[in-house]
């Protein structure tokens, strides 16, 4: 028998100071928060596939990010 575990973590990191977001695939924010430049971010997450926004100095990016 093989354990699975419950919860997962992504980690976020920046080189410069921003903001994250984190949704669900239709669209519900689960978590927000802010990012220090070179600090890393560490989300907790059940297994599925999200959607995290980044927003900092350099622009806006957006990035499907698959957990299992």
Known sequence: AFS?????TITVESS???SFQLFSL???L???GNL???QSKIISVK??????KLQTEAG????RVAVY
Do not use: M
Not at 4 to 8: G, I, Q, T, Y
Not at 47 to 52: E, N, T
Not at 60 to 63: I, L, R, Y
């Open 4 to 8: 699975v575990p419950s919860s997962f």
């Open 16 to 18: 410069t100071n921003g």
């Open 26 to 28: 239709n669209g519900q």
């Open 30 to 32: 689960l978590q927000k």
């Open 36 to 38: 220090e430049a070179n």
């Open 47 to 52: 297994s599925g596939v999200y959607l995290i």
């Open 60 to 63: 806006v990016t957006a990035q």
